[in-house]
């Protein structure tokens, strides 16, 4: 018998994996995953599904045909369910008041008003996507707009998965936030969100709050997840110009439990769908209460950010004797981080964008992230080329720069890659991965992140 009946408004990155594993981990729910983009939903009906993520295909089978649909029947799926998730893209907006920081709301308001126009029984509608403090209030004011005497409950439930780890995070999360209003009706409904986790996730890990504070979290853990990247970024900066190597001071501070190890990799910058608009989207609400201070904190991670990028190009065209103009220079990956296709701002867009504005002649190769790669850079038809092999792409190259950390790219035969190039050879390193030592002595010009440039002449 089916217990609960589930729709998810909204296929992409987190709404086909969540109910994916949702549907694998509770055979007794129907889960109906719905997207406008009939594309998308084509794609998820085949094994070759519309985004990569590793284990993501092996869960869709097991759940797919039997407690598992995609379908483009939005009203269907709605008017059918219990709970209807929400996981629609809520990007930075780009028009009018706010733009360039609010988050643009209107496929968000669109799909609530779709569930008021077709809803004839009660439902509990769930807030998956990141969204601004305060939006459950918005969703519930739309939502009982009407009063056909159909009641909502509104819980915000935001995702943390990160892409690439995705199975592995939805499957074995450090936690699960729901928040809900703290009414009786409110209470109840939390409690039915719970009672799905609860299927596969230790119940100490299922936290509980007010909506508010849930709404919240999620902008919160980014901008400081970010902001971690950002700190050992710019202390990446100072190691360049003062012989101490970020790899080691990293290691010497993540040591601190208070510290803690992880994300302290120093980079060309991070990239993302969510880091850059749910920091823009936090500085902007901050600036609407009036908390100027707080605003410029956090507009700061992003600053950092942004001449992280730049610094590296810079580094770039100081290295090769100021002119780049008709170097072909190989970027070794454009997915905004390894095991996934995903190129969406990717520091590689910028850098690749810098360096033919320089009028240097790119090559980008990447094991995954090809296809997305040529559609960021539509439009820049001249000195650009897209190559799968980065033996190949490297070959006659004066420079080769790590713009992803792929595995493949740590074990490469660099001294082929070597022979193969212009001299003098330049490897930038944007994501710390080579053996400097070994590079330098097969005769390249080695310029690490965060630690100082080691030349031949
Ligand atoms: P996405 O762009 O991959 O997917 C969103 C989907 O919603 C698209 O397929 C789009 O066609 C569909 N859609 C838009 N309007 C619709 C409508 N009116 N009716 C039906 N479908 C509609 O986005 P995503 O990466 O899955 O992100 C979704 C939300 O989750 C965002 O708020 C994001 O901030 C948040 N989030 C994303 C990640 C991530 O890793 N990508 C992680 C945590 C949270
Ligand atoms: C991030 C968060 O990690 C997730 O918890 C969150 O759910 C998600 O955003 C979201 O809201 O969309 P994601 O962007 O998929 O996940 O990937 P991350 O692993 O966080 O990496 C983001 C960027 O930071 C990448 O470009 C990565 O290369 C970079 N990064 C990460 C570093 O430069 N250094 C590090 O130490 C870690």
Same mark, same amino acid.
């Given at each position: 018998?089916?217990?609960?009946?589930?729709?998810?408004?909204?296929?992409?990155?987190?709404?086909?994996?969540?109910?994916?594993?949702?549907?694998?981990?509770?055979?007794?729910?129907?889960?109906?995953?719905?997207?406008?983009?009939?594309?998308?939903?084509?794609?998820?009906?085949?094994?070759?599904?519309?985004?990569?993520?590793?284990?993501?295909?092996?869960?869709?089978?097991?759940?797919?045909?039997?407690?598992?649909?995609?379908?483009?029947?939005?009203?269907?799926?709605?008017?059918?369910?219990?709970?209807?998730?929400?996981?629609?893209?809520?990007?930075?907006?780009?028009?009018?008041?706010?733009?360039?920081?609010?988050?643009?709301?209107?496929?968000?308001?669109?799909?609530?008003?779709?569930?008021?126009?077709?809803?004839?029984?009660?439902?509990? +509608?769930? $807030?998956?996507?990141?969204?601004?403090?305060?939006? *459950?209030? /918005?969703?519930?004011?739309? #939502? &009982? %707009?009407?009063?056909?005497?159909?009641?909502?409950?509104?819980?915000?439930?935001?995702?943390?998965?990160?892409?690439?780890?995705?199975?592995?995070?939805?499957?074995?999360?450090?936690?699960?936030?729901?928040?809900?209003?703290?009414?009786?009706?409110?209470?109840?409904?939390?409690?039915?969100?719970?009672?799905?986790?609860?299927?596969?996730?230790?119940?100490?890990?299922?936290?509980?709050?007010?909506?508010?504070?849930?709404?919240?979290?999620?902008?919160?853990?980014?901008?400081?997840?970010?902001?971690?990247?950002?700190?050992?970024?710019?202390?990446?900066?100072?190691?360049?110009?003062?012989?101490?190597? +970020?790899? $080691?001071?990293?290691?010497?501070?993540?040591?601190? *439990?208070? /510290?803690?190890?992880?994300? #302290? &990799? %120093?980079?060309?910058?991070?990239?993302?769908?969510?880091?850059?608009?749910?920091?823009?989207?936090?500085?902007?609400?901050?600036?609407?209460?009036?908390?100027?201070?707080?605003?410029?904190?956090?507009?700061?991670?992003?600053?950092?950010?942004?001449?992280?990028?730049?610094?590296?190009?810079?580094?770039?065209?100081?290295?090769?004797?100021?002119?780049?103009?008709?170097?072909?220079?190989?970027?070794?990956?454009?997915?905004?981080?390894?095991?996934?296709?995903?190129?969406?701002?990717?520091?590689?867009?910028?850098?690749?964008?810098?360096?033919?504005?320089?009028?240097?002649?790119?090559?980008?190769?990447?094991?995954?992230?090809?296809?997305?790669?040529?559609?960021?850079? *539509?439009?820049?038809?001249?000195?650009?080329?897209?190559?799968?092999?980065?033996?190949?792409?490297?070959?006659?190259?004066?420079?080769?720069?790590?713009?992803?950390?792929?595995?493949?790219?740590?074990?490469?035969?660099?001294?082929?890659?070597?022979?193969?190039?212009?001299?003098?050879?330049?490897?930038?390193?944007?994501?710390?991965?080579?053996?400097?030592?070994?590079?330098?002595?097969?005769?390249?010009?080695?310029?690490?992140?965060?630690?100082?440039?080691?030349?031949?002449?």
């Amino acid at each position: 018998m089916t217990e609960k009946r589930i729709a998810c408004i909204g296929a992409g990155y987190v709404g086909g994996p969540t109910m994916a594993v949702i549907a694998m981990k509770c055979p007794q729910y129907k889960v109906t995953v719905a997207d406008i983009s009939e594309a998308r939903i084509a794609a998820w009906q085949t094994d070759d599904l519309p985004i990569y993520e590793p284990g993501l295909l092996e869960v869709v089978q097991a759940g797919r045909g039997r407690n598992l649909f995609f379908s483009t029947d939005i009203p269907g799926a709605i008017r059918e369910a219990d709970i209807v998730f929400v996981s629609v893209n809520t990007p930075t907006k780009t028009f009018g008041d706010g733009a360039g920081k609010a988050a643009d709301l209107q496929y968000w308001e669109r799909v609530a008003r779709e569930i008021l126009r077709v809803s004839t029984s009660p439902k509990i +509608v769930v $807030e998956k996507s990141t969204l601004p403090v305060k939006t *459950a209030h /918005i969703m519930e004011t739309i #939502l &009982n %707009a009407n009063n056909n005497g159909v009641k909502f409950e509104v819980i915000s439930n935001p995702e943390f998965l990160a892409e690439g780890t995705a199975i592995q995070d939805l499957l074995d999360p450090d936690r699960v936030l729901i928040g809900s209003r703290e009414t009786p009706s409110g209470l109840k409904a939390r409690q039915e969100i719970v009672d799905i986790y609860a299927n596969w996730v230790p119940r100490e890990r299922i936290l509980t709050s007010n909506v508010w504070s849930a709404e919240l979290s999620k902008l919160a853990a980014n901008a400081f997840l970010a902001q971690r990247i950002s700190s050992i970024n710019s202390i990446s900066a100072l190691c360049e110009r003062t012989e101490a190597n +970020v790899k $080691e001071v990293a290691r010497a501070i993540g040591m601190d *439990a208070r /510290i803690g190890p992880r994300f #302290l &990799n %120093a980079s060309v910058g991070f990239g993302g769908s969510c880091f850059k608009k749910d920091i823009l989207n936090l500085v902007y609400i901050c600036e609407s209460y009036g908390l100027q201070e707080v605003a410029r904190y956090w507009q700061a991670v992003l600053d950092i950010n942004e001449y992280q990028e730049k610094r590296f190009v810079r580094a770039m065209i100081r290295g090769m004797f100021n002119t780049i103009v008709g170097k072909r220079i190989a970027l070794f990956g454009f997915a905004f981080k390894a095991d996934t296709s995903d190129t969406r701002e990717s520091p590689a867009i910028y850098v690749a964008r810098d360096l033919l504005e320089e009028q240097a002649h790119v090559v980008v190769t990447d094991p995954k992230a090809l296809e997305n790669a040529r559609k960021d850079l *539509a439009g820049y038809a001249e000195n650009l080329e897209f190559v799968e092999d980065p033996y190949e792409a490297a070959r006659g190259a004066h420079a080769v720069a790590i713009m992803t950390e792929w595995d493949v790219y740590r074990s490469l035969d660099w001294e082929r890659i070597y022979r193969s190039m212009e001299k003098p050879a330049f490897l930038f390193d944007g994501r710390d991965i080579v053996d400097y030592k070994h590079v330098y002595d097969l005769g390249f010009n080695v310029y690490p992140l965060g630690s100082p440039a080691m030349k031949h002449f």
